[in-house]
């Protein structure tokens, strides 16, 4: 992480960045505004909500490795703020799914 995320104010409208351009990563403009839009909508918070739901009304394992690449596709650029704040406690949400999941929700199989 660097300087850029210090630096970087929320754009007008939002509350805080979610995401930075990383130099010999990612630069994309409209990649970062995307990230930044689903951030200040709530939709990292709801996914931390989806997960922390109890196993009865928790999402199932497909639903679950899908929900992960909200967070894990743009690890490139996210905000240190979002990672210290976010990171640890997603990856023991997710583990914690896997580990409590039934073992037929495991096998997954051509459809």
Known sequence: MGLIDKCL???????????VPR????????YINCIDLFGNAGCFDLVVELLEKPIEEAPDLETLMILC???TLPH??????????YASRFAN?????IEI???ESLNFQSR
């Open 9 to 19: 104010e929320p754009r007008e409208g939002y509350e805080k960045v979610y995401a």
């Open 76 to 85: 490139i650029v996210l905000h240190e703020d979002f990672v210290r704040k």
């Open 23 to 30: 130099l010999w990563k990612c630069t994309s403009s409209m």
């Open 69 to 71: 690449q909200y967070i």
């Open 101 to 103: 999941a039934p073992n």
């Open 93 to 97: 949400l997710v583990r914690n799914r």
